[in-house]
T-cell receptor
Framework: NAGVTQTPKFQVLKTGQSMTLQCAQD?????MSWYRQDPGMGLRLIHY???????DQGEVPNGYNVSRSTTEDFPLRLLSAAPSQTSVYFC???????????????FGAGSRLTVL | EDQVTQSPEALRLQEGESSSLNCSYT??????LFWYRQDPGKGPEFLFT???AGEEKEKERLKATLTKKESFLHITAPKPEDSATYLC???????????????FGKGTKLTVNP
């Protein structure tokens, strides 16, 4: 199984440009999420989705948009990139049963974004 | 105030020198405590889940334990390939109107020298 696939792996943007980070999973997971990881800050939740058509904000949602039209895909959009969005982004998914406490997140390999 | 605090931030060990990593948490309704390993340039990889005080899990040289306020990741006779950043995360009961969430600590970077 491929698991969670993120593209691109590396991206350099100029301030004000827009782009989409792609995330796809082939495990039929209901729950998908986006995190950013910055030195000294740990992993911070940006947006998450508990199923197709349902999204919600995490800890640091400003400047990012998401949509969930299919179970498999959960793209993260930056409409007008800012240097503060320079970070490593991780997509993660988990099978349904979030409330059971039994499931764990499977992470992608990450996308390193630099905004100049 | 951070809900999940890991210590130390960095730890250097000699091969074979056992030690422990700490994860303390302040969430009110714990629904699970998770340990992940992260290698440079890669995503976190799941290690353990602990649900209740007194619970222990083992995998090779790693042993995770849980009390009501903290968890320890014990590393016995570590090898250089155990070098990585170890992340702790807690899953908490939602507040009224909120949703469950997973809160990560900032991690402990472990280096094991041969």
């Amino acid at each position: 199984n491929a698991g969670v696939t993120q593209t691109p792996k590396f991206q350099v943007l100029k301030t004000g440009q827009s782009m989409t980070l792609q995330c796809a999973q082939d495990m039929n997971h209901e729950y998908m999420s986006w995190y950013r990881q910055d030195p000294g800050m740990g992993l911070r939740l940006i947006h998450y989705s508990v199923g197709a058509g349902i999204t919600d904000q995490g800890e640091v949602p400003n400047g990012y948009n998401v949509s969930r039209s299919t179970t498999e895909d959960f793209p993260l959009r930056l409409l007008s990139a800012a240097p503060s969005q320079t970070s490593v982004y991780f997509c993660a998914s988990m099978s349904s049963g979030w409330t059971s406490g039994a499931n764990v997140l499977t992470f992608g390999a990450g996308s390193r974004l630099t905004v100049l | 105030e951070d809900q999940v605090t890991q210590s130390p931030e960095a730890l250097r060990l000699q091969e074979g020198e056992s030690s422990s990593l700490n994860c303390s948490y302040t969430v009110s309704g714990l629904r699970g405590l998770f340990w992940y390993r992260q290698d440079p340039g890669k995503g976190p990889e799941f290690l353990f889940t602990l649900y209740s005080a007194g619970e222990e899990k083992e995998k090779e040289r790693l042993k995770a334990t849980l009390t009501k306020k903290e968890s320890f990741l014990h590393i016995t006779a570590p090898k250089p390939e155990d070098s990585a950043t170890y992340l702790c995360a807690v899953r908490e009961l939602p507040s009224q109107g909120g949703s469950e969430k997973l809160v990560f600590g900032k991690g402990t970077k472990l280096t094991v020298n041969p």
